[in-house]
């Protein structure tokens, strides 16, 4: 039988309720199916990884990595900068369309300015 240690539970519980997150989330529609999707693969490899701490060395000794925990945080630097650029991509979108969104309203704003001039004069 197997006995899980304090970390092992605390990281169990941590994980469980970041899955549950990710649920909710996709409930109420805050993220796409394909984001959810990734998140759940993400929670349960982390959790498999808890519970079966060998997987990783395993897995590592397939790659041609020495050990479990440098495959880890090889693989969590990739998921970062993919993360990261995907956020940098949103954000430079979110700028160009509150810059067009800005734009239109000024040319609305000095249409209705010019209008009201108009009805004045």
Same mark, same amino acid.
Do not use: C
């Given at each position: 039988?197997?006995?899980? %240690?304090?970390? $092992? *539970?605390?990281?169990?519980?941590?994980?469980?309720?970041?899955?549950? =997150?990710?649920?909710?989330?996709?409930?109420?529609?805050?993220?796409? %199916?394909?984001?959810?999707? +990734? /998140?759940?693969?993400? /929670?349960?490899?982390? @959790?498999? !990884?808890?519970?079966?701490?060998?997987?990783? !060395?395993?897995?590592? $000794?397939?790659?041609? *990595?020495?050990?479990?925990?440098?495959?880890? *945080?090889?693989? @969590?630097?990739? *998921?970062? +900068?993919?993360?990261?650029?995907? %956020?940098?991509? !949103?954000?430079?979108? %979110?700028?160009?369309?509150?810059?067009?969104?800005?734009?239109?309203?000024?040319?609305?704003?000095?249409?209705?300015?010019?209008?009201?001039?108009? =009805?004045? @004069?």
């Amino acid at each position: 039988m197997n006995i899980f %240690l304090p970390i $092992q *539970i605390f990281l169990l519980v941590f994980l469980l309720f970041a899955f549950s =997150r990710v649920i909710l989330r996709f409930r109420d529609g805050t993220i796409p %199916l394909g984001m959810f999707l +990734f /998140w759940v693969a993400i /929670w349960i490899l982390a @959790s498999f !990884s808890i519970i079966q701490p060998n997987f990783t !060395s395993f897995i590592a $000794q397939r790659m041609g *990595i020495g050990r479990g925990a440098d495959a880890v *945080i090889y693989a @969590s630097l990739i *998921i970062v +900068f993919y993360l990261n650029f995907r %956020l940098t991509v !949103s954000l430079e979108n %979110l700028r160009h369309e509150i810059t067009k969104l800005t734009r239109e309203i000024a040319l609305k704003e000095k249409i209705r300015h010019a209008n009201l001039k108009r =009805r004045k @004069s």
